[in-house]
């Protein structure tokens, strides 16, 4: 089955959008014959109504995954402890860095004593998985003609939890509200995250080790499950199959970079497939 070329407000849609609906126009497929098109109508203003970034907190802050950060960044606070860094910096490394693998070769590195050029590198290659999230994301909320500044929040804000949030819910919305929510999401997401950086620093004397280290997993975990419960398209189901084939076979003969290949590879023969099938229909 070929992705549908326009999306149609289902009939169903999630209680936020509901509730945000009657503040903007939604958009309508275009039916006009190009021959007779009117002019593009500019962008709307963007609405001065908090309502759709507070829609955004309270479905982060209502959201499975909001838990998942709270557990995985009470062991980026307990790992920060132990290596001796204050709790002022690792709540600006969370609002700043907002990526918890790349905080955790940020405290440890850092804390072992790294060359600070050496770990800003590797921060930024670990934050490049990140990436392909921003370029999907962006088209999606972003309203024709706005200026680019507005999307600096959202580019910021884009994270494996917030990117999943914001691609299930956002599309039902009107364009012109989804800026607002995708930043609402964000910084409900983030406060979840610095609030159990706070509390993992303090309860780092108490929590074992073993717990602080299996706290850390959580993310990819929950990011697996929810790619796997959205994935509704078959070229989405292929890539995430082959992604799981591919991935232990690296991992067992050694290949480095083995998630970058996964996902090139997988997402590749996927996408193949799916051209494939298109032109046999």
Sequence with gaps: MSRPSSFALPACVPRAAERLRSNAPCETSNTTPMATQSPVAPPLAPPKSPRPFVAGLRTALTSVFSLVLFGTYLGI?????????????????????????????LVSALGAGAAPFEVAIAVSLSSLRLLPMVVSLLPVIREPGSPAWRLLMPAHFTAVSMWVETMRIAPNMPRALRVA?????????????????????????????????????LTPIAFLISVTRNAKWLVDRLALALGLVIAPVLVVFDVGLDILWTGILGGTIAYAAHRWREGMA
Aim: neutral net charge.
């Design 77 to 105: 606070g307990a790992l920060a402890h132990d290596f001796g860094f204050s709790v002022h910096w690792i709540v600006a490394a969370t609002l700043l860095v907002w990526a918890g693998p790349a905080q955790v070769i």
């Design 181 to 217: 929510f995708c930043n609402g999401v964000g910084a409900g997401f983030m406060f979840s995250a610095c609030v159990a950086s706070v509390a993992g620093f303090y309860l780092a004397a108490k929590l074992p080790s073993l717990l602080t280290a299996g706290l850390l997993f």
